[in-house]
């Protein structure tokens, strides 16, 4: 068992479950702004132009934020594409801005580097240490 979805299930089947049926910002985890991601963000000391990305955070309006102070190498990866497709309805034409990617984070590779990974809460997932080593 992972601890990123129910035993026996698939994650993106899980997490796309949960985003179809539930509305995002009645979500527990859901923040209206994220002040703690950002103000660690701009503690960094990073350019705007820095590649950033953040891991888990298909529904999360963390890209939103960024845009808006004016970062503009954005990766939004999550194993769910409704939650992914949520960000991308909500910030219209704005979304073609960012770069998203639908993918398991153990598995994913990336085409290039990033300066700056966030991720506010998917390592607690990560329950068994071969899962974290991925």
């Not at 002040?35 to 000391?45: F, I, K, P």
Request: hydrophobic share 35%.
């Amino acid at each position: 068992m992972d601890g990123l979805s129910a035993p026996g299930q698939d994650p993106r089947t899980h997490w796309d479950a949960i985003y179809t049926t539930a509305v995002p910002s009645l979500l527990s985890w859901h923040q209206q702004y994220p002040r703690e991601s950002l103000e660690l963000v701009e503690a960094s000391g990073i350019r705007a132009d820095s590649p950033i990305i953040d891991v888990g955070g298909g529904a999360s309006v963390l890209a939103d934020c960024l845009l808006h102070q004016g970062y503009s190498d954005i990766t939004v990866l999550d194993c769910s594409r409704a939650a992914i497709e949520e960000s991308q309805h909500r910030l219209g034409s704005m979304a073609e801005e960012v770069k998203w990617r639908v993918a398991d984070i153990r598995y994913y590779r990336s085409e290039g580097k990033f300066t700056l990974w966030h991720d506010r809460a998917l390592f607690h997932f990560m329950v068994e240490a071969e899962e974290r080593r991925k």
